[in-house]
């Protein structure tokens, strides 16, 4: 152990100023993303320093992969004259001192980040155990690279070229397996998450494989084999995520899917439809379609899944329609469903727009003169779960598994009320696509949304449109604050106050359980006429 | 106990034989030269002696130990020094030192300091500032201050300029003055060898040739210079270990490589009867050459 140690403070003796130049990046966008947070939110030099802490996470990640390799290579165990081997040491003895090295580094700007987060930024501790997690996948990842590139170089020069070399490989392999994969088919979250875990596990052994044949067994072209096996095995899940082949793991293992399918085939025999509303005033070629789903359970929301939607004629598929959601309700009809409120059984479609790019012929075609287009989309479908709520006032907070919302400031004018509103454990942002306002991104597939609700008369409000959010990420810190703007029905302006309103959060999806795909076709309905729209605006 | 024992010693690369049937032993405390020609199997011998790489057949013992089995309790006893270590360039003569001393439980800070000054190295420079002699020398140094049982030495001289080799040469005299260790040298600088070694193994191709105390050698191998005074001597039927038959006018000059063998009766009487024969002490590079060169220029087998 005393000689690990030994060989562990040699190597920092030996790369102190890239250690020093990892720690001085670190302290520079822990400064950074502390200026933000402590400045406020939607000026414009705070998008630009959210640029510059990016580029530091980056120039940190790519630095700590540099100082990592070279600590391997500092007794490098391809080259036969290394000085190590002169020493009285095993290979187990090396690989454990170089890991301990290696792991240092790594651990190095997470462990400064704990610290300032912890002393200097006050975070709660419970907040701060997420960086673990963040440390575990990026950093380990970062280091498993290292140790498996550091270890098959025998130097510098040759640690490039094994890197530049595998990046081409795969870059030119996945460039030849394209035109073989189908086109732009979504895949479920289940599938996607299969995929996804099954990369990394596929990463993750073949640079275990390679570091520990290097150390342990010394045979250098059984660890090419390695990586050749971990890159050919690499393209054929990332290929195999779109085709039959696809895997998915979550369908199997979680008994939640099974409510979910059953779901599906309720909604897959009658809920569909779409027509065509609008048409842009200046371009024949583009039309809105209004798609509206109908038929979903209490606390389901339906929503694309993909942001294209596939027309086809005899069963080829002809273009491609980007769907898009011109106003979300399903969040609102989530919590109104929840809060057992009453509602039209109108109310309850779930509407979603698609904007056709396609030619002006096949325009023609869609407005109802063929019936032989159809439109395929996937959608998902979720369940809401209600998080908790809170009163309406300032200093209010809300505990729940997506960190703690704390209420800042709220102001009102009657019109619209105005929520400062802080979570220390996810994103705030505000999204222009799919859910309009303030939405906490804790996943792809997941969301958080804040709505507002009069107890009184019954009223259910989500975010406006000139709703801000920021959020920050450092080291899995995250920090969003948000101005959730809330625009009051004028019946409601004069008679309701402050105190008759709560706010709720609602948890849409989660990635592990309670979301699921399906692929759906879209039957146009014929419109006689379409009226251009000239208020139309993107 | 032999400090090395080498019995039917086989690496194969591939196709290419490295080293066939090799066999050699090093007695404990004596300083024993590998010699051979590039290419004729010295590093590989010493790199399966350090168990670096495995042999394809046979085995070695190192103090006492299969050289596939050596760890770093054997290491510990076993100083290494070739041509082709690569020392850490950033660290000073006094940071290798440093790093190096908690390897080895039986490091001496008093033999340190004596070959630090031995050596003349200067303490405070980086590695990379240094010569190549003076790395040779910082390399023998820190393989020397943990006394060890042997001292392995794979082309120390390579690349060196005579005045330095002069100076290593020197300095690892010195050092053999100061500890009872084994000295295996690998080398095919043969001058430099002459004055260090007191047993030499030669080796080509991968096969042992030779296996003797220098001191044998020396008096085994004679130039022979034959002044035949008119006569005409029975050139055909020479004495396989007559080697380099050169004959003149007047004269033959041949090696003899069993000079020392004969006592009373000598084969030059009988071959040249009445002609003056006179004989001259040859160097180890003479004999080096004259075995390579003999046997390179036919096929027939020398007895040496």
């Given at each position: 152990m005393t000689l690990i140690w030994h060989i562990v403070k040699k190597d920092i003796r030996r790369f102190w100023i890239g250690i020093a130049l990892l720690i001085g990046l670190t302290g520079l966008k822990l400064f950074l993303v502390g200026g933000v947070i402590r400045a406020g939110m939607g000026t414009d030099w705070n998008n630009r320093i959210m640029l510059y802490e990016f580029l530091l996470l980056i120039a940190e990640l790519i630095l700590s992969f540099f100082v990592a390799a070279a600590i391997v290579q500092e007794d490098p165990v391809s080259e036969s004259g290394a000085f190590w081997q002169n020493l009285p040491i095993t290979r187990l003895q090396l690989i454990a001192a170089k890991s301990s090295g290696v792991i240092l580094i790594c651990t190095l700007p997470a462990v400064l980040t704990l610290a300032v987060g912890l002393l200097v930024y006050r975070m709660p501790v419970n907040v701060m155990g997420c960086?673990?997690?963040?440390?575990?996948?990026?950093?380990?990842?970062?280091?498993?690279?290292?140790?498996?590139?550091?270890?098959?170089?025998?130097?510098?020069?040759?640690?490039?070229?094994?890197?530049?070399?595998?990046?081409?490989?795969?870059?030119?392999?996945?460039v030849i397996i394209a035109p073989l994969l189908p086109d732009r088919v979504p895949v479920t979250p289940g599938t996607h998450l299969t995929h996804t875990f099954l990369l990394?596990?596929?990463?993750?052994?073949?640079?275990?494989?390679?570091?520990?044949?290097?150390?342990?067994?010394?045979?250098?072209?059984?660890?090419?084999?390695?990586?050749?096996?971990?890159?050919?095995?690499?393209?054929?899940?990332?290929?195999?995520?779109?085709?039959?082949?696809?895997?998915?793991?979550?369908?199997?293992?979680?008994?939640?899917?099974?409510?979910?399918?059953?779901?599906?085939?309720?909604?897959?025999?009658?809920?569909?439809?779409?027509?065509?509303?609008?048409?842009?005033?200046?371009?024949?070629?583009?039309?809105?379609?209004?798609?509206?789903?109908?038929?979903?359970?209490?606390?389901?929301?339906?929503?694309?899944?993909?942001?294209?939607g596939k027309w086809m004629q005899s069963g080829i598929a002809q273009d491609w329609a980007k769907i898009y959601r011109a106003r979300d309700d399903s969040l609102k009809h989530a919590v109104i469903q929840a809060f057992g409120f009453p509602s039209s059984p109108e109310k309850d479609d779930l509407n979603f727009g698609a904007e056709s790019t396609i030619s002006v012929g096949d325009a023609d075609l869609l407005r109802g003169r063929s019936s032989s287009y159809t439109g395929q989309i996937v959608l998902n479908v979720q369940e809401t779960i209600i998080d908790g709520q809170m009163d309406l006032a300032k200093g209010a907070s809300l505990r729940s598994n997506y960190g703690t919302s704390k209420i800042r400031d709220v102001r009102s004018d009657g019109s619209i009320i105005q929520v400062d509103l802080e979570n220390q454990e996810m994103l705030l942002t505000a999204e222009s696509g799919w859910f309009v306002g303030i939405t906490g991104v804790a996943g792809s597939a997941s969301h958080i949304g804040y709505v507002i609700v009069n107890r009184k008369t019954q009223t259910v409000l989500t975010p406006a449109r000139t709703s801000a959010g920021i959020g920050l990420y450092a080291y899995g810190i995250f920090v969003g604050r948000g101005k959730l703007q809330f625009v009051v029905p004028p019946s409601e302006s004069s008679s309701s106050s402050l105190t008759d309103w709560i706010m709720v959060e609602a948890k849409i999806g989660d990635v592990h359980s309670s979301i699921k795909s399906f692929k759906e076709d879209v039957l146009l309905k014929e419109v006689p006429t379409i009226k251009r729209d000239a208020a139309w605006t993107e | 106990?032999?400090?090395?024992?080498?019995?039917?010693?086989?690496?194969?690369?591939?196709?290419?034989?490295?080293?066939?049937?090799?066999?050699?032993?090093?007695?404990?405390?004596?300083?024993?030269?590998?010699?051979?020609?590039?290419?004729?199997?010295?590093?590989?011998?010493?790199?399966?002696?350090?168990?670096?790489?495995?042999?394809?057949?046979?085995?070695?013992?190192?103090?006492?130990?299969?050289?596939?089995?050596?760890?770093?309790?054997?290491?510990?006893?076993?100083?290494?020094?070739?041509?082709?270590?690569?020392?850490?360039?950033?660290?000073?003569?006094?940071?290798?030192?440093?790093?190096?001393?908690?390897?080895?439980?039986?490091?001496?800070?008093?033999?340190?300091?004596?070959?630090?000054?031995?050596?003349?190295?200067?303490?405070?420079?980086?590695?990379?500032?240094?010569?190549?002699?003076?790395?040779?020398?910082?390399?023998?140094?820190?393989a020397l201050s943990y006394r060890p049982k042997l001292l392995v030495l794979d082309e120390p001289f390579s690349g060196l300029d005579p005045l330095v080799r002069d100076d290593f040469v020197q300095g690892i005299l010195e050092a053999s003055d100061l500890g009872n260790w084994t000295?295996?040298?690998?080398?095919?600088?043969?001058?430099e060898i002459e004055r260090l070694a007191d047993h030499v193994g030669v080796i080509d191709g991968g096969r042992t040739k030779l296996n003797e105390s220098s001191e044998s050698l020396l008096m085994r191998f004679r130039r022979i210079e034959v002044n035949l005074q008119g006569q005409t001597p029975l050139l055909e039927e020479m004495p396989t270990n007559w080697l380099a038959v050169d004959r003149a006018s007047e004269r033959v000059i041949f090696i003899d490589s069993r000079y020392s063998e004969y006592t009373a009766d000598s084969p030059y009487q009988r071959y040249f009867p009445d002609a003056v024969v006179t004989s001259h002490p040859m160097t180890l590079r003479e004999i080096f050459l004259t075995l390579f060169r003999s046997d390179r220029k036919t096929s027939v087998g020398i007895r040496l």
């Open positions: 960086p673990l997690i963040v440390v575990a996948e990026v950093h380990v990842a970062t280091c498993l690279l290292a140790f498996a590139f550091g270890s098959l170089a025998r130097n510098f020069a040759q640690l490039l070229y094994w890197i530049i070399g595998v990046a081409l490989s795969l870059f030119i392999l996945s990394n596990f596929i990463c993750v052994v073949a640079c275990v494989a390679v570091t520990l044949n290097q150390y342990l067994a010394e045979s250098r072209n059984r660890s090419i084999v390695f990586l050749a096996t971990g890159m050919l095995l690499f393209l054929y899940v990332l290929g195999a995520e779109r085709s039959p082949l696809s895997l998915d793991f979550l369908a199997v293992l979680e008994p939640a899917q099974n409510n979910l399918n059953r779901e599906i085939a309720l909604l897959k025999a009658n809920v569909v439809q779409a027509e065509i509303t609008r048409q842009k005033p200046d371009l024949d070629a583009t039309e809105l379609l209004h798609i509206s789903v109908q038929g979903a359970s209490h606390g389901l929301i339906i929503s694309p899944r993909s942001y294209f | 106990m032999n400090a090395i024992e080498i019995n039917n010693l086989t690496r194969r690369y591939g196709r290419t034989d490295a080293l066939v049937d090799l066999s050699l032993t090093v007695h404990t405390g004596s300083i024993f030269a590998l010699l051979g020609p590039n290419g004729a199997g010295k590093t590989t011998t010493i790199k399966i002696l350090m168990n670096l790489i495995p042999p394809t057949s046979g085995r070695a013992t190192v103090l006492g130990v299969e050289s596939t089995r050596i760890g770093p309790k054997e290491r510990a006893q076993i100083g290494y020094v070739s041509e082709n270590q690569t020392l850490p360039l950033w660290m000073s003569v006094r940071q290798l030192l440093d790093y190096c001393r908690p390897f080895y439980p039986s490091w001496d800070r008093n033999l340190e300091t004596t070959l630090l000054k031995q050596f003349n190295l200067p303490e405070d420079r980086k590695l990379k500032h240094l010569s190549r002699g003076m790395l040779m020398k910082v390399a023998l140094m820190s000295v295996f040298i690998s080398s095919h600088d043969i001058d």
